[in-house]
Each structure stands twice: as C-alpha cells, then as structure tokens.
C-alpha cells in the first residue's frame, strides 16, 4: 500500500496536521499564544471537554447514543456538590459516590433501551429531561458553593503550563485505550456496534453489551461532572447544559463510525485539542465566544465529510 | 456422540409459511445434505436448529430430549456449531479476533494476540494457509472471508455443525479442501448437515439427503447411494409444479434500450458488454458474490464508473442517482430486499405506489389529495389483482407477493420503460410466483424491457429470453435459454465451471 494511502486509512492524520498548522498559525498572529498560562488555560477546558466526548464515544462503539450525557452531568455535578456541602461527606467518599450515580444513571439508559427494545436515541432523550428535572427539584437552581478548599485548589493548581485536573482525562484515556483494544468486554462492545447479527450469532450477548455501554457512558458523564466541578469551584446546576453538541463532535471529528463500531480515543483526544485551540484562537482574536458553537458545527460537517470521502477513496465504504 | 431429531417442525412468517411439518434426522459421524431451491426453507431449518428463529410448532430433540435454543448462544453451549448464508463477521476486527470472538483468549485480564494468532492459524491453516490472521477483515476478497467464516465455525470444535451454502464463493481448490476436513471431522464422530445447490457436490460428499420443497420434506434422510441425479432434481423442483415458462414472446431485437459497452466499475465490475432490447427479458445469472445485485446498483449511479460506457436508448449517459434514472431515462428499479431497501413498509400501499409520482400529483400549491393519489394508483392495483382491503392498508400486513406486485406497480405508475428486477420472488410461495413471472412477461410483451437478475435457476429458464452469466464481476457467457431446465442449467453452470477452472483464484 503505498504510503499516502496507509496515513488516509488512519482517521486522526488529518487532525494532527489541523493542530499543527493551527498553533503554528495561532503563535504567529499571537504573542500571548505560547505564554504559560494561556496554554494552562487550554489544557484546563480540555479536561472536562475529552471526557465528554469519552462518554458519548462508548455509547457510538457500540452503534448507540446518550442523548442524555449532558442532563446526567448536571445531576452528578450537584449530587457531588450537596453530598459534600448538605451532608458533610469527604471527598474521597463523594467522587466514588458521585460515579457510582453516573453510572446508575446509565444502568437505566441501558436497562430501558435493553429491555423495552426502543432507540436508544429517544430513551436517552426522555431521561435527560428526567435528569434534569430531578436536578431542578433539588436545587431549585440554587448552585451549592460550599465546596472543600482541597478540591477548589485541584481544580485550580498547576505544575507549569499543566493544570492537576489533567491527570484524570489522561489516566482516563489510558484506561480507556486498553479497554477497547485489549479487554474482551471491549472488543465485544464493537463488535456489537460494528455487525450486531454476527456478534449476535457469535454467541455475545447483546443485550449485556449495551447495558455495559451504557454504564460506561454514564460513569464517564459523572467524572466529567466531578472535574467541571473542581474547575468551577462550585457545583452548577447548569453543569452539562452545553455538553450534547461537543459530545458527538469529538467522537465524531475524531473519526468514529455513526453507525456503531469503530471509535478512536486518539482521534477523539485529538478532536477535544482542536476544539480546544480553536476556542483559544478565538478568544485571542477578540471573536464573539457564540461563533464558537458555528465552528464547532462546521467541523462536524467538514470531518463526516472527510470520513465518508476517506472511505470511498481507500474502498472500504 | 450427539444425536439431533427435528420432529414436524413449522415455522409462519407474515404472508408466508416458511416451514410446514418439516422433519430430519441427523446421526453422529454422517454428513447429511439438506436440498432444496431458493426459498424451500432450508435456512430458516438451519436458523431454528441454531436458536435464532423459535418455531411456531414441532420439536427439536438433542438425543432424545427436548432442546429448543432460546439464541445463539444456547445452541452454541449444546456443541451446535453453524456457518450461516449471511456474512457475520466483524469487518473492522482481525482475522485471528473473527475466528475467536466469543472467547477471546486473555492473559491477566487483556486480550492475549499472540494465543489469538497462533489458535486461529490452526484452525484457519486447515483450509487455507494464505490468509494472514493479523488483518482487517474488510481486506479480503469474498472468497477468504467464506473461507474465515468456516474456519471460525470449526474452531468451536462441535458435535454438531451446520454448514449452509458454504462453498458458495470459493474456489474449487479450497472446496476440495473443505471436503476433505468435512471427511476427517465426519470419521471423528461429527455430524454435518451440508445445503449446497451444486448436485456434483452433494453426489461427492453426502452419505444421506433430505429434500425440502416449499416448506415441506420432499424426502426424510434418504441414503445417497440409492439416489440418481434426475431423481434428486425432481425431488427438488418436483415435476408437476415446475415453473411455467412464459408463453407468446415479442422482443423487438431491433432496438437496443440498454447497453453497456467494455463497463468497468469501482466496485470491481470489469468489461461488462450486454445489450437489452424493447420488449425483452434478459436474465442476469450468477452465484453469491458473483457481483449481479452490484451491477445494478452501478448502473443506477452507485458507483463509479471507471471504463467503458453505458448507453440508454443510442446516447452516451451518466447516471447519478435513482432520481435521474427515472426522470431522465424512465428506469426503475426492484430491490433485492423490498423490505428493507424495496418498500416503505410502515406506509400504505396507496403511498408506496404514488411515491414516484408525487410530483406529478401535486397540486399547484404543491399539496397532494388523496383523491388524486387514489385515481392514479388504482388502475394499476387493478391490473396487477394486489390483493388488499383498501388502498389505506399499510403495505407490511400484505403477504410477500402482494408486497412484490406493489413494488412493480410504483414503477408502472411512472411510467418506466427499462425496468431492473433483482430477485424478485425470494421467499414468495410458488403460486404467487407464476403470478409474478407472467406479471413480468405482460409488461414486457406491453413494451417494458426487463433486466432480471435472479439467482434462482428455475425461474430463470422460465422467463428471462436470454440469460447472461455473470461470475467474479464478469460477464463469462451468454446462453440462448431454450427453456429447458435440464440443459440450459447445464450450459449456465459450465459457463461458471469454465472460468473457475482456469484461475481458481478468480475472487482474489
């Protein structure tokens, strides 16, 4: 094969060159660019941003979608926040806690979707409105402010231009990475999304797939709340509010099929850069932040484009 | 050593009864060959056994006791083992993760590759030692992914396998090998039920046959050895129902309305020349994977084409979309799966046949009235005798063949002229079937001219006027149909015979 067919195969080529090019072109035009705390601030809103993108990535693997990562979100964000201001818990037990919500939250998804044998789509889209309203009663819109110094202080130090909150998407991604490549509930999951009749006749459950799908989704939904949390200093019932879009955006851009199995955690990771540079550009430019969400809808289109025109050329569409 | 009894089993799906008191005994160590045309039910037989259809009366028994697999899985716990029609494997994931899906091999938890690669290579290494276990699966040709789909069904090591239709696409060099692995597995205790459609096969292989027809066993069982060639074929067809060829015939074979020069296509379609002429049916046959569905789909715009030309009615012409083909050059076209690519089955009978003609319809607001919609399909729904309660009925509660005559209304209502039939009475009960081929030979005598593409050998010497044979993407013969069974399969099959034997790696 010769070697410009083999890079077009490999779905994050052309993002790695966009981020190149784009900080290249950004430093040039920018002095404040390459500064230290202008790249901590990148880095800090990619942090909750990729475990977005990972929370609705699991759910496309396996041919699925989580309308309701977003809603999710808000509620593990308060429950994160009420459990450690209301009832006085240690961080150390509010995080499990608060996953192990996210991740009951998917059980549901997954169970409903399972069970009743309806799209995910519209299960999710009725449980987000569940979440939230479940979100809205509590607090009545009432943020919880009260949060441990130790958490505001993760959410805001830094080694260098690294912000601590880092340390989750990457460990995250780690996990994550070898969970799909290397565990068999991984490989299963995709295989469910990729051909669900052959992994069907092959014995899988596919059923308990996409339960598991969607567990995984809401977990990570959940730790995505924790970290907007830290970041925020507070716990928002507004957290999650503009999540969906971003979601899909970064699995997508970052080459996953819609139709179920293949993702890419590079791809996605590479995705969740992009946007990122693209937010910062833009803030450096003196753009209006709402022109971000156009961008953002431009580039879902250009990278389905890219994809499907990727699959043409290289015969595998 | 396991025994499986299938005691009258049936098994009804909308408008057709697929299986009707079916029975078939299969004994360790005997390869049993299940026979049988398109349609006769031998893979919803093969879907029941293996747990993925439950039947709707009858018996399953695993030596002895009752055994009704709830899925897949179940069948596969009890050592049944099964290599179905339909592809099923996963396209992104290895060969080597193909073969083992179900039980990946780990080593503290992560999929071990290394034990991936060295397990799928023995079982894969049986057949064929040129397929690499380490790549994608999309990379093979049709042949090595029938070849993977086999070897995948081998390695559950099972007492009982099933094999439908598995030397469809491969080669005859790795069919010998498939035999003589099938033997081996037979002398080790196994029990095998082979369906194939190639007589010479199941003459060289089989120790005993059953014989389905319509959902109902023509023959329980019968020792091969006392079995002839003409017998088994009249067992199959059954004599007083074989298909009714078409009567008075008047092609115009003066005027060309179709024709492909030298096409060549991005999906693989190399030189393919035919002409179809006013008023005619020429048949387009080929095996699985021949690439007979793909030609006319590349002809509709579904592909691009990279040599050669297309011609409709003399002129040079570029399709784009199914839309262009009808407006511009008045060609419809029947889906192989009208229910999933055919039909709108949620909507009614009187919508699916308008859909065509909707912008006719409408209005000069654009609305389209019921009214309207109702005076143009009519006409058609009477002439085709669609059997319906009211044109508001919602296409899917109608039978199999009533859905067919629907899809051919929709382009009778806009007028098309070339109409591209594939397979168009797949799993439609015999009497409906003749329904449709003298459906198919009234249009065209009324002017129609009808490319039919078809992998069933009956019906294809009933009705089509001429019959091209399609194999590996090619045209590989013309025959003149003289409407005899007998001899016109003889001359189709050693078209194909031919070509297999001077590259018998025709598919890579």
């Known amino acids: 094969m010769p070697f410009l067919k083999r890079l077009l195969l490999v779905e994050w ?30 880095l800090r809103s990619f942090c909750v941003a990729l475990l977005v993108g990972f929370a609705q990535m699991v759910t496309l693997g396996v041919g699925q979608m989580n309308i309701s990562v977003g809603a999710l979100g808000g509620l593990v964000a308060i429950s994160f926040g009420g459990m450690m201001e209301v009832l006085g818990f240690p961080i150390i037990l509010a995080v499990p806690l608060a996953i ?45 402010y009260d949060m441990p110094p130790a958490l505001v202080a993760f959410g805001e130090n830094r080694f260098l231009a690294f912000p601590y909150l880092l340390i989750a998407p990457v460990i995250v991604a780690a996990l994550l990475g070898l969970f799909f490549a290397r565990t ?6 995709l295989a469910v999304g990729g051909n669900p009749q052959a992994a069907d006749l092959s014995g899988i459950s596919r059923g308990r797939v996409i339960v598991l799908a969607h567990v995984l989704s809401g977990a990570l939904a959940a730790v995505a709340a924790v970290l907007a ?10 957290i999650g509010a503009d999540w969906l879009l971003l ?36 803030v ?20 389905v484009w890219l994809n499907r025109w990727r699959a043409v050329r290289t015969g595998t569409g | 050593m396991t025994t499986l009894t299938i005691e009258s089993v049936s098994k009804a799906f909308p408008g057709v009864q697929a299986l009707d008191g079916v029975s078939l005994d299969l004994r360790p160590g005997e390869i049993h060959a299940l026979m049988g045309e398109n349609g006769a039910g031998k893979s919803t037989l093969i879907k029941i056994i293996t747990g993925l259809y439950r039947p709707d009366g009858g018996r399953v028994l695993l030596d002895g006791k009752p055994a009704e697999f709830a899925s897949p899985r179940a069948a596969l716990a009890a050592g049944i083992s099964a290599v179905h029609q339909e592809r099923n494997l996963i396209p992104r994931f290895s060969v080597g993760e193909n073969i083992l899906l179900e039980r990946l091999p780990t080593q503290s938890g992560l999929v071990d590759y290394d034990t991936i690669n060295r397990e799928a290579r023995r079982y894969l290494d049986l057949l064929d030692r040129g397929i690499d276990t380490r790549v994608e699966v999309r990379t093979l040709s049709v042949a090595q992914m029938q070849i993977v789909e086999i070897a995948k069904a081998l390695s559950l090591e099972a007492k009982i396998l099933l094999m439908d239709e598995p030397t469809a696409s491969i080669t005859e060099h790795e069919t010998a090998a498939l035999f003589a692995l099938l033997k081996r597995l037979r002398a080790d205790g196994v029990a095998i039920v082979f369906v194939s459609h190639k007589l010479e096969e199941v003459f060289a292989i089989a120790d005993r046959v059953t014989v389905l027809r319509d959902g109902k066993n023509a023959a329980i069982g019968e020792p091969m050895a006392a079995m002839t060639r003409d017998r088994l074929v009249s067992l199959m067809i059954g004599r007083e129902e074989r298909i009714a060829v078409l009567g008075e015939r008047s092609a115009d074979l003066a005027t060309t309305v179709l024709e492909a020069r030298d096409l060549s296509t991005s999906i693989g379609h190399r030189e393919v020349s035919f002409a179809l002429h006013r008023g005619e049916i020429l048949g387009l046959y080929g095996l699985v994977g021949a690439g007979r569905s793909e030609l006319a789909k590349a002809i509709l715009g579904g592909a691009v084409v990279t040599g050669g030309e297309l011609r409709v009615a003399g002129r040079p012409v570029r399709i784009r979309d199914m839309h262009e083909a009808l407006t511009k050059y008045r060609i419809g076209y029947i889906s192989e799966d009208r229910k999933a690519e055919g039909l709108i089955l949620m909507h009614s009978v009187r919508k699916n046949i308008a859909i065509t003609i909707w912008q006719k319809l409408a209005d000069a607001i654009g609305l389209i009235g019921n ?3 109702t005076r143009a399909v009519e006409p058609f729904v009477r002439r085709l005798e669609i059997r319906t309660p009211t044109l508001g009925q919602v296409v899917g509660n109608l039978s199999g063949g009533n859905q067919q005559k629907v899809s051919i209304a929709k382009w009778l209502a806009a007028n098309a002229e070339i109409l591209i039939v594939d397979e168009p009475t797949v799993g439609i009960d015999i009497k409906t079937k003749t329904d449709i081929h003298e459906l198919l030979g009234e249009i065209s005598r009324a002017g129609v001219s009808i490319l039919l593409i078809s992998s069933d050998m009956p019906e294809m010497v009933a009705v089509a006027d001429r019959i091209l044979v399609m194999h590996g993407f090619r045209i590989v013969g013309e025959v003149a149909n003289d409407h005899t069974y007998e001899t016109a399969s003889k001359a189709i099959m050693s078209r194909i015979h031919a070509v297999e034997d001077k590259e018998p790696a025709a598919a890579e």
């Open chain 1, 229 to 238: 949390v830290a970041q925020l200093g507070s716990a928002q019932p507004t």
């Open chain 1, 13 to 42: 080529s052309g993002l790695a060159a966009a981020i190149v090019i784009g900080a290249v072109v950004l430093a040039f035009l920018s002095p404040n660019f390459l500064t230290e705390f202008n790249i901590y601030v990148m």
């Open chain 1, 184 to 189: 068999v509930p991984g490989r299963q999951l």
């Open chain 1, 100 to 144: 192990a919500i996210g991740a009951l939250g998917g059980l549901i998804n997954g169970l409903l979707t399972e069970r009743t044998g309806i799209n995910g789509f519209i299960i999710t889209l009725a449980t987000a409105s569940a979440f939230t309203g479940i979100n809205l009663g509590i607090t009545e819109s009432i943020p919880f």
């Open chain 2, 371 to 373: 009214g309207a919609e």
């Open chain 1, 247 to 282: 979601s899909f955006a970064a699995p997508i851009i970052g080459g996953a099929a819609l139709t179920g199995g293949y993702i890419s955690v590079l791809g996605t990771t590479f995705a969740v850069i992009l946007i990122a540079l693209i937010e910062n550009g833009m």
């Open chain 1, 284 to 303: 450096l430019a003196k753009v209006d932040p709402y022109w971000v969400q156009f961008l953002l809808g431009a580039l879902i289109l250009a990278a």
